[in-house]
């Protein structure tokens, strides 16, 4: 695969990025594309490694390790290096129903698990994928293709995530009738609410929906399912249901002065954001502003990084991060080896904008937030913290002690919660009396049926808070066990039936 000598000739470029500083002026993706050239040299860098450990798609130590969704990578890497790009878009359409989303929100799994990455950077799997669907779109290559027999099954789908799109594209691809239900007044779920514009235009969002409609996916949205509609007419009107509706139940902070004003979950924080640029260019208010706010996120993941840089294209007054573990080592540690995902530390797009705009990277670690004071408004005025050491209790199990004399005081008028989610919303799982377990719904994996008859669930509401690539896994694979329960057996493609 790619140049015999490829990995030893070139080294890993990186995307070209707009200037941290001047980019938190406007909302566009941060990243521009290869050059055709570029992604040459980087697709002439995939080793023929004999075991492609970047497509096994398994999960190490509780995360990812490889691509989930087994994406020919060495394949593609090849035929982008050879200049033959239709068919490396060929390729990766086998297998990813999406390419456009994981090539731009996908943490990269199969990068943590490339084998050229034992001893160098990984190939730039992520960037050549975005490439190829890019390029699919730029040329025309990607029509709708229309099914040209109807089954007369008719499908419902709650939740139009990546989970809910994949089944759904899959689905009518066999021929069924598929109407997808969205709660929210745009199709996408989080591709569309909950994660930023600088990283995943809706532009791009859009366009897919539109594919998928004139392919002939009928979305319906601002639809609440168990209240708009309920579960007995959806069970009436379908030979089957779907519930792919997320796990965005908050896990939330109770700590003393929870109730300021002020104080915000991360998501609704993205997600009002979102809605009012696409509505209005942000000229309606409808939003959570953090102009001129000394803004604090609690929470160290991506969802916390995204807060740090919509705060900053608000013109925030600071911005700081807490995070409850130590920094990341520089290079991975002995129990965090190859091929499980890398551990180790780095600067996200959002840390670089707050370092460029501040002067200073925003995060604060080992740091927990004992309470949030208010003024005599109610309105958030500062909240309390200590740091905290990682240490072995008596039983030599690992536990976080708080340091004395560590206590401070943080000047914060806007503070947003990222620490999770606990699981699924439940109104939708009560109407169809869904079973459930640790918050989740209760349906193995491989079958997806839940104790409802006819009624399946997939992503992250079976599965738990996971990766883009994971939900598109199990939307692909629930799609095959509706598709055989409607039909006695099925065609379609899948990653536990090879």
């Known amino acids: 695969m790619g140049k015999i000598t490829g990995f030893m ?11 941290p500083k001047s980019r938190v002026r406007n909302w566009k993706e941060y990243a521009a594309p290869f050059s055709d050239e570029v992604l040459s040299r980087q697709g002439a860098r995939c080793m023929d490694c004999g075991t492609p450990f970047c497509h096994m798609g398994v999960e190490i130590n509780g ?87 109807r089954t007369g099954k008719k499908i419902a789908i709650v939740g139009s995530g990546p989970a809910g799109l994949a089944s759904a594209d899959q689905l009518n691809q066999a021929g069924h009738t598929v109407t997808v239900y969205e709660r929210s007044d745009r199709a996408g779920g989080l591709l569309t609410y909950g994660i930023p514009n ?19 996916i009928d979305f319906v949205t601002n639809t609440d399912v168990g209240k708009d509609i309920t579960a007995a007419e959806l069970n009436a009107q379908f030979d089957a249901v779907i519930l792919c509706t997320g796990a965005q139940k908050h896990r939330d902070l109770t700590i003393p002065g929870r109730e ?24 309606d208010g409808d939003y959570i502003n953090a102009n001129g706010k000394d803004v604090i996120v ?58 460029a705009t501040f002067g200073e990277d925003p995060r604060q670690y080992s740091i927990q937030t004992k309470k949030f004071v208010a003024d005599d408004n109610g309105q958030l005025k500062e909240l309390h913290t200590i740091e905290m050491e990682k240490v072995r209790d008596e039983n030599g199990m690992f536990v976080y002690k708080e340091v ?46 839940t104790n409802a008859e006819g009624v399946f669930a997939a992503g992250d509401a079976r599965r738990g808070q996971s990766l ?5 896994n199990e939307g692909r694979e629930v799609a095959r066990e509706v598709d055989a329960y409607l039909m006695g057996a099925s065609a379609l493609p899948s990653y536990l039936h090879a």
């Open 9 to 19: 000739e070139y080294h890993r470029e990186e995307a070209k990025e707009q200037d």
């Open 63 to 149: 995360a990812s390790s490889g691509c989930p969704i087994y994406n020919l990578i060495p394949e593609w890497n090849d035929l982008v290096y050879r200049g033959k790009w239709k068919e490396a878009l060929e390729r990766l359409m086998k297998t990813n129903n999406f390419p456009e989303f994981t090539g731009r929100a996908c943490p990269a799994p199969c990068e943590g698990s490339c084998t050229l990455a034992i001893s160098d950077p990984a190939v730039a799997i992520k960037n050549i994928e975005r490439a190829i669907i890019d390029k699919g779109f730029e040329n025309g290559w990607i029509t709708p293709r229309i099914p040209e027999n």
């Open 198 to 216: 600088m990283k995943l235009e809706k532009d791009v969002v859009a366009r897919r929906i539109r594919l998928l409609e004139k392919e002939g």
């Open 260 to 283: 300021a004003k002020g104080v915000h979950f991360a998501m609704d924080y993205l997600t009002k954001s979102t809605k009012s640029l696409l509505d209005s260019n942000f000229k």
């Open 298 to 355: 609690i929470g160290g993941g991506d969802t916390g990084a995204d807060c740090i840089a919509t705060a900053l294209r608000h013109n925030c007054n600071s911005v700081i991060q807490f995070g409850k573990h130590p920094q990341l080592p520089l290079a991975r540690t002995s129990n965090n080896m190859w091929p499980e995902y890398p551990h180790v530390f780095s600067l996200e797009y959002a840390h670089k904008e707050a370092k």
């Open 404 to 449: 004395p004399g560590t206590e401070k005081v943080w000047p914060a008028q806007l503070v947003l919660i990222a620490i999770g989610f606990e699981g699924t919303e439940h109104p939708v799982l009560d109407a169809f009396q869904i079973e459930t377990a640790n918050n989740k719904i209760k349906a193995d994996y491989g079958r997806f049926a």
């Open 468 to 472: 883009i690539v994971w939900a598109i």
